[in-house]
């Protein structure tokens, strides 16, 4: 007669390895913080929801291999995603939201604040929204007499490395705003924030013009995945 065991034969299936480990995880989130997860434990538990019933973590490690950081990841383009092993719809949509609500808060936070005297904020907002991006953006920061940011726009999306800008059409908006500054930002998708002469000529082509009509250009900021530059901290402007 066999002996007795407490366990059934299908036990281990009904209840995989990753579930305590999933359990472990999220307990440690609550009680230690995000700060306590490293940054392919943040991915994992980002891809509980889209992937219910597989082990999340070699995902997670693929991810981060590929792409580097959690925040490229994120901003990471969808067909690059989509080259990835084991990543669905579903997981790509997860993550996009990530990026989408990250970008959102960021830009919550430069509204609410006086733009100038919370510099941190712009270059944060501006990072997240852009620094991964595999194009590059002409976006404009319109701010008032008190320079609170009135509107958030991009204006171009060019090329890799290329963004057509007119200058007189981001006064023309600037105008219709009733606009007193600007920031102007673009993205580097080299990764290599250092502005180019076209980037000089450009902005003070824009400088030109605004001046005589009261508005002025606080900065010219480049991001890329490396870090960010701004012109004005350099001294070219």
Not at 12 to 21: I, K, L
Not at 154 to 165: E, N
């Amino acid at each position: 007669m066999p002996a007795k065991t407490n366990a059934t034969p299908d036990q281990s299936a009904e209840t995989p390895h990753y579930h305590g480990h999933r359990e472990r995880l999220r307990e440690r989130f609550h009680t230690a913080g995000p700060d306590a997860l490293s940054d392919y434990e943040l991915l994992e538990m980002a891809l509980f929801a889209s992937i219910p019933r597989r082990d999340t973590k070699p995902l997670a490690k693929e991810l981060l291999r590929r792409f580097g950081s959690f925040a490229e990841v994120i901003h990471a383009p969808v067909a690059r995603l989509r080259e990835v092993d084991g990543i669905g719809e579903a997981s790509i949509n997860q993550l996009k939201l990530i990026a989408a609500a990250a970008s959102r808060v960021a830009k919550g936070e430069v509204k609410r604040r006086n733009a100038l005297s919370s510099w941190n904020d712009v270059l944060d907002y501006c990072r997240s929204s852009m620094a991964f991006a595999d194009k590059e953006q002409f976006r404009l920061l319109f701010l008032d007499k008190r320079n609170q940011l009135i509107a958030d726009e991009v204006q171009q999306i060019g090329t890799v490395d290329h963004t057509p800008v007119y200058p007189r059409e981001v006064i023309k908006r600037a105008l219709e705003l009733s606009a007193t500054a600007l920031i102007l930002v673009h993205n580097h998708p080299s990764g290599d924030p250092t502005p180019s002469q076209a980037d000089i000529q450009m902005t003070k082509a824009i400088i030109d013009i605004a001046k005589p009509l009261g508005i002025a250009v606080h900065d010219h900021i480049i991001v890329g995945r490396g870090g960010h530059v701004s012109l004005k901290g350099m001294r070219l402007i």
